[in-house]
């Protein structure tokens, strides 16, 4: 029989351990990194003990690892987005179930997408106050789930409104539910659980009605939205998703794909106020048409600010190998994607915020990680990635953003994504169109943003909630 052999990790009660978690992740993970190493046992809220992994090569082994052998953990957002979701399938239908999902996000599809997140856009930013101080996130959140709807059911309507206002609603009280033990008759009809029922309850409906609608419209296989392909998706066996399946996928890209997608876009307005260097580095780029240091400035967004910190899987099989361990079975083993991003070995001077080191280098697949690895990683990374490209394209293109030597924004916990505390403080000036002339005569119009520095005292005195990290 082969012998158990884990990681240390400290032995003060398992709820202190999970308060000091809750209380600031990004610092608890470094304290204990920098005691421990790269492996250690921790006691999670909702998980229990688990092994926190920051070892590349063990990382790597265990993302390349057969789902038979690791798998998702059983409490996952699946409880939540329904059984019909992507997080609640396993093995082979996981398989399956990814494998129909995939087009709509990926290729040449992609492209359809660009102008419908650039309209959202231009919408959204219109109503952005000039001169005056306002917090980003929420403005990015109503782009993403725009498009996201858009993408989604084609068309806008009258259900377009009523989920507008149950899912940010629904993402909210679930991403609480998810990190808290809270029981679940707590307060009766009062309690959070109640609330999160009732908010699934409208989504239902809602979406039960689009979907109906849909699988009748005799043009549907004219139609290009996402449940429109669902409708007519067929599993390898020639059997079509039922409707309470397509719902719960539908909630699972509803919510997934415009959260974390609008808090990076966030954590980018605070690193560029901060960095007026690269700011004035990415107007002029953006003025030429060109592209490839925002594309290295998004990926290092996503590395010093990931959105997600962890991901996580659970032992399936007795006695898992995993390189310098053996894991017993129903072993939960955590990811650290925060101590990933942090490595000296695979990131010079990982502390600083310096976009160049991607210009030249793309990421390893297993180093860089804000989207998860392996059978798990997230569908939706390629379109998430296209998305806050041309949002910050229209950004920089449209107005001028004003850099602030305020203290960096502290890290707000929301319950499943990092946020900035303040979310993503601003200060912008709508810029002057260019003429077609100064295209044409290689004038940028560039707006200088480095003499246009804003100090932000009024946001520094307000919602100092989260911890303070570096970069």
């Excluded at 009605?209 to 007519?232: F, G, K, S, Y």
Aim: aromatic share 8%.
């Amino acid at each position: 029989m082969t012998t158990v052999t884990l990681p240390d990790g400290p032995t003060t009660p398992g709820f202190v351990q999970g308060i000091e978690i809750l209380a600031g992740r990004t610092r608890a993970w470094r304290r204990l990194h920098q005691r421990y190493g790269s492996a250690f046992v921790v006691s999670m809220p909702r998980f229990g003990p688990t092994v926190v992994l920051s070892d590349p090569a063990e990382v790597k082994a265990l993302f390349t690892t057969h789902t038979d052998l690791v798998d998702n953990l059983d409490i996952n957002l699946g409880q939540f987005l329904g059984p019909g979701s992507l997080f609640a399938r396993r093995g082979e239908e996981h398989r399956k179930e990814r494998k129909l999902l995939t087009p709509p996000f990926h290729g040449r599809r992609l492209a359809v997408y660009e102008s419908l997140i650039e309209e959202e856009a231009i919408r959204e930013m219109a109503t952005w106050p000039s001169g005056r101080e306002f917090a980003t996130m929420d403005s990015m959140m109503r782009i993403t789930l725009n498009v996201i709807l858009r993408a989604v059911f084609g068309a806008e309507g009258a259900e377009f409104e009523q989920l507008r206002e149950v899912i940010p609603k629904l993402v909210l009280v679930a991403s609480a539910l998810a990190t808290l033990p809270v029981p679940q008759g707590l307060f009766g009809r009062f309690g959070p659980w109640a609330r999160f029922q009732a908010h699934r309850a409208s989504y239902d409906e809602i979406v039960g009605r689009l979907i109906r609608r849909a699988a009748a419209d005799p043009h549907l296989a004219d139609r290009d939205d996402v449940l429109a392909m669902l409708l007519q998706a067929r599993y390898d066996d020639g059997s079509a998703m039922t409707h309470s399946e397509i719902a719960d996928e539908l909630l699972t890209l509803l919510t997934a794909g415009h959260e974390t997608t609008a808090t990076s876009l966030a954590w980018t307005v605070e690193r560029l106020r901060r960095h007026p260097h690269i700011l004035a580095r990415l107007v002029e780029e953006t003025d030429a048409g060109g592209s490839a240091l925002r594309e290295a400035t998004l990926l290092e967004v996503q590395r010093v600010r990931p959105v997600i910190d962890a991901t996580a899987r659970k032992v399936r099989v007795d006695d898992f190998r995993l390189g310098r361990w053996t894991l017993p079975r129903g072993q939960h083993v955590l990811v650290s994607i925060r101590l990933m991003h942090d490595n000296p070995e695979l990131f010079a001077n990982p502390r600083d915020f310096d976009p160049d080191r991607f210009l030249d280098a793309r990421p390893g697949t297993f180093n860089w990680i804000p989207f998860g690895g392996g059978a798990r990683r997230c569908i939706g990374a390629a379109f998430a990635t296209m998305e806050m490209n041309v949002v910050l394209r229209v950004l920089l293109r449209d107005f001028t953003l004003a850099p602030t030597d305020a203290p960096d924004e502290r890290t707000h916990f929301r319950g499943v994504a990092l946020a900035p505390a303040k979310k993503g403080r601003a200060v912008v000036y709508r810029r002057t169109p260019r003429s077609t002339a100064d295209v044409e005569s290689g004038e940028t119009g560039a707006v200088s943003v480095e003499s246009s520095t804003v100090t932000d005292e009024s946001a520094d005195s307000r919602d100092a909630r989260g911890e303070q990290v570096t970069a």
